[in-house]
């Protein structure tokens, strides 16, 4: 046998490692780390007085306001839809489950702008639904409902789609010997399937509380851009910023970007603590 030394075939020459490094390094700086700090400069170019103000302005505080409602709304119902999505799909077999789970990734799928705008079709003032909904003195599209619903739809897939393949790897034998023990079925769901699950639940609700405070374009539709009514966080910030106001426009952006960082914090410490958990729910 030769005493030549073998070579990883995968592995690259220090030159091409640190090459690609590099160049990793400068495209995250460039795309990421860049537009991130010039606005947090922007926000505070004139000191915390006008940071402040800015924020304290009362189209500001509405949008906050608004965009913590929508988002407290939509998130707990993904939440439950998740949860008997992922379950109906993982625990049990039964026709259609695969155009069900296409379903679900739909909004993955169709533009954000797009569902806004089937929003406004079936709720707007010339739509069938729109005069009678208007005769019961209810308003959809142009007030928080509509901001509500567009918000839920371009926002479902995340939980379930965590949970869906999470579950499917974990199998059901753990609730089968629980129901075999006398377990009702909720005590099986309550005691069983949900402490396994609790980890990747959590992290699909990130990413979903995540999408639904910096959604935009479907919001952007359905809202009417009525300041200090319909406007969130993301539409505010476009208003400021048309209007010339750049400190308003940052100061609201840097709270947005805020929530990126806790988000991205958040995920890290989820992916390292609970790493097998959650990777198993990415395989799909």
């Given amino acids: 046998m030769s005493n030549e030394r073998f070579r990883n075939p995968i592995s690259e020459t220090a030159p091409v490692r640190w090459g690609l490094i590099l160049a990793v390094l400068a495209f995250l700086a460039l795309f990421v780390l860049l537009p991130l700090v010039v606005v947090f400069i922007q926000a505070f170019r004139e000191g915390w007085s006008a940071y402040l103000s800015a924020l304290g302005e009362p189209d500001a505080v509405s949008a906050i306001r608004l965009t913590l409602l929508v988002a407290?709304?939509?998130?707990?119902?993904?939440?439950?839809?998740?949860?008997?999505?992922?379950?109906?799909?993982?625990?049990?077999?039964?026709?259609?489950?695969?155009?069900?789970?296409?379903?679900?990734?739909?909004?993955?799928?169709?533009?954000?702008?797009?569902?806004?705008?089937?929003?406004?079709?079936?709720?707007?003032?010339?739509?069938?639904?729109?005069?009678?909904?208007?005769?019961?003195?209810?308003?959809?599209?142009?007030?928080?409902?509509?901001?509500?619903?567009?918000?839920?739809?371009?926002?479902?897939?995340?939980?379930?789609?965590?949970?869906?393949?999470?579950?499917?790897?974990?199998?059901?034998?753990?609730e089968e010997a629980a129901i075999s023990l006398g377990a009702s079925g909720?005590?099986?769901?309550?005691?069983?399937?949900?402490?396994?699950?609790?980890?990747?639940?959590?992290?699909?609700?990130?990413?979903?509380?995540?999408?639904?405070?910096?959604?935009?374009?479907?919001?952007?539709?359905?809202?009417?851009?009525?300041?200090?009514?319909?406007?969130?966080?993301?539409?505010?910030?476009?208003?400021l910023y048309n209007d010339y106001n750049i400190v308003g426009a940052f100061a609201v952006a840097s709270l947005l970007a805020l929530l990126a960082l806790l988000t991205l914090v958040l995920r890290t410490i989820l992916e390292t603590r609970y790493g097998s958990e959650l990777s198993a729910s990415q395989k799909h």
């Fill in 72 to 174: 407290a709304i939509a998130v707990p119902a993904n939440l439950i839809f998740g949860l008997a999505a992922s379950w109906a799909i993982a625990k049990f077999d039964f026709k259609g489950k695969a155009f069900l789970i296409t379903l679900i990734d739909l909004p993955f799928s169709v533009s954000p702008v797009i569902s806004g705008l089937v929003y406004v079709l079936l709720f707007g003032a010339n739509s069938v639904l729109g005069p009678v909904l208007k005769s019961y003195g209810l308003q959809v599209v142009f007030a928080v409902p509509g901001i509500v619903l567009a918000t839920i739809f371009v926002t479902f897939p995340f939980v379930a789609r965590e949970l869906i393949p999470l579950m499917q790897e974990q199998g059901t034998g753990d």
């Fill in 186 to 239: 909720w005590q099986a769901f309550w005691y069983v399937t949900l402490p396994n699950i609790k980890w990747g639940l959590l992290y699909g609700v990130l990413l979903c509380n995540a999408r639904a405070m910096g959604e935009f374009g479907a919001v952007s539709v359905v809202s009417g851009h009525i300041r200090g009514l319909t406007n969130t966080m993301p539409l505010h910030v476009e208003i």
